[in-house]
């Protein structure tokens, strides 16, 4: 079992950055693959990037590759999304991830309760 609470969130100009942490407890957080989803009004849910336990392999969705970043500290069991250039279309409530398939991370087993990240125009 692992518990997850996100933090971070908040509201950014367009062009902005920000940086959403996600606080993990239980033993086993560095033997999972953990990610980042969001949430817009009207709209499904979405992955925007996720990792390896190890930090050796990322997943990035293409609207936020070379935007955000991904990464995590097995040691203070945290994971970390580095959100730069942002826009309005990032506007979503953010969710943090363990136990996922970071090749195809379509879903997860274990969620955080959201954060929200709004940007204005």
């Known amino acids: 079992q692992v518990q997850l609470v996100e933090s971070g969130g908040g509201l950014v100009q367009a062009g902005g950055s920000l940086r959403l942490s996600c606080a993990a407890s239980?033993?086993?957080?560095?033997?999972?693959?953990m990610g980042w989803f969001r949430q817009a009004p009207g709209k499904e849910r979405e992955v925007v990037a996720a990792i390896s336990w190890s930090g050796g392999s990322t997943y990035y969705a293409d609207s936020v590759k070379g935007r955000f970043a991904i990464s995590r500290d097995n040691a203070k069991n945290t994971m970390y999304l580095q959100m730069n250039s942002l826009n309005p279309e990032d506007t979503a409530v953010y969710y943090c991830?363990?136990?996922?398939?970071?090749?195809?991370?379509?879903?997860?087993?274990?969620w955080g309760q959201g954060t929200q990240v709004t940007v204005s125009s």
């Open positions: 991830a363990a136990d996922l398939n970071v090749v195809a991370p379509t879903t997860s087993n274990y």
């Open positions: 239980g033993r086993t957080f560095s033997s999972y693959a």
